[in-house]
């Protein structure tokens, strides 16, 4: 009796398990594919690089632990999705903070916890993270 399975478990044994809809990464095939970026990215290009993944796809406590052990980045869209990523141990150097209608609190949290990177929008959010900056005194713009 056949079926589709991941990582040697029968999917029909997950559903009636767990339930569906049911999300499921391979832990084994994500290591390996964040491993082969990795080590293409150094063999075909000669500055600095980093493998971020894109949380927006999906994001679990659990997952973003494995991600940390990877040691990859992590690109964020939200308070929550920085908030699993702390959690999760990642060095604010790791994250990169996307997407667009930023809200102050997003943007205070990031500058407070000194992410790696804020991807602005608009002129007009580039100038309001400046001037957020200046009130909590952190460097918002390396160049």
Request: charged share 25%; no cysteine.
């Amino acid at each position: 009796m056949g079926g589709l399975s991941i990582a040697g478990i029968g999917l029909s044994n997950l559903a009636r398990e767990y339930g569906t809809p049911l999300y499921l990464y391979d832990a084994a095939t994500v290591r390996y594919e964040a491993g082969e970026l990795q080590r293409l990215t150094k063999m075909l290009y000669p500055g600095e690089s980093e493998i971020t993944y894109a949380s927006k796809a999906y994001l679990s406590l659990g997952f973003a632990r494995h991600l940390v052990k990877m040691g990859i980045g992590i690109d964020v869209v939200s308070r929550g999705e920085m908030q699993i990523a702390r959690m999760a141990g990642f060095e604010p150097v790791k994250l990169h903070l996307h997407g667009n209608n930023k809200s102050e609190e997003e943007l205070r949290l990031a500058l407070e916890w000194g992410i790696q990177s804020i991807v602005v929008d608009s002129l007009e959010e580039l100038a309001f993270l400046e001037s957020l900056a200046k009130e909590l005194k952190k460097q918002p713009v390396s160049g």
